[in-house]
């Protein structure tokens, strides 16, 4: 007989753990509360619950800048044509802003992040320069 194995990609990420901690511990508070003898008044909790992540997703942005070097995409000539690809498909999909290029010396692949407030586009110096149209 086989040993079973784990799959990674079948239990909940992180995000999703965070999340239903962060029902639960609400849910139970308003509970403790319905019952009459509430130790904890509500609302602050309710409060606190709720704004600690909504400011860890505002400010993630700023924090993975900092901690990994990104740097804004340089002026010049060179990346002309990747600011204006980006420019275009932004005005194509009709965005409300168009995202800023950042540029990580240890990043090896592509990708975005952001919040409400910034959007960014992630890429290594070198496939910056490389890429011409999306």
């Known amino acids: 007989m086989q040993k079973p194995r784990i799959d990674l990609f079948a239990l909940p990420s992180q995000t999703a ?7 639960a511990a609400l849910l139970g508070a308003i509970l ?6 509430h130790i904890i008044p509500l609302w602050p909790l309710a409060l ?3 704004l600690l992540p909504l400011r860890e997703f505002i400010i993630r942005p700023e924090r993975e800048t900092r ?8 002026d010049g000539q060179k990346f002309k ?7 275009a498909l932004a005005k ?14 240890d990043c090896d692949e592509i990708y975005e992040m952001g ?4 959007w960014y586009i992630v890429l290594r110096a070198g ?8």
Do not use: H, M
């Not at 403790?32 to 003898?37: A, F, Q, S, V």
């Not at 901690?67 to 340089?74: E, V, Y």
């Not at 496939?127 to 999306?134: D, P, S």
């Open 81 to 87: 044509e990747l600011r204006a690809s980006i420019d």
């Open 48 to 50: 606190i619950l709720l």
């Open 115 to 118: 919040s409400f407030r910034r």
């Open 67 to 74: 901690k990994f070097g990104l740097d804004p995409l340089p």
């Open 32 to 37: 403790i509360g319905l019952t009459g003898g």
């Open 92 to 105: 194509k999909i009709e965005l409300r802003r168009v995202p800023q290029i950042l540029i990580g010396a």
């Open 17 to 23: 753990i965070l999340f239903w901690l962060i029902v």
């Open 127 to 134: 496939k910056a320069k490389n890429c011409k149209n999306f």
